[in-house]
């Protein structure tokens, strides 16, 4: 009902204090909205009833997933390591960072 209000006071406002062309395209433009949203459409019924079947059927559709061979493959190799630290002779060099702030 608010709503409603609202859009009429803003053809209105359109219509007296804006150019009488657009104020004409304000009130049709607001007449198009409160009639598009203030009732269902018969036809909006006859698919909404449907929807619930259309969930069932979608769900047997899609039967669950199974183990793929790719996941089967990767379980197999995975993990390469223990997951320990290892120890090699590289040490890493820094180069000059030339100005830059310390983090």
Do not use: W
């Amino acid at each position: 009902m608010f709503a409603t209000v609202v859009i009429i006071s803003i053809a209105l406002y359109m219509l007296l204090c804006m150019h009488p062309v657009l104020g004409v395209i304000g009130i049709f433009a607001a007449y198009e909205l409160i009639r598009r949203t203030s009732t269902k459409t018969v036809a909006m019924m006859q698919y909404y009833d449907e929807q619930p079947t259309k969930d069932i059927e979608m769900k047997r559709m899609n039967p669950p997933k199974e183990i793929t061979l790719e996941e089967t493959m990767v379980a197999k190799m995975a993990p390469i390591s223990d997951g320990g630290v290892i120890v090699t002779d590289y040490t890493p060099v820094s180069d000059d960072v030339r100005g830059a702030s310390m983090v």
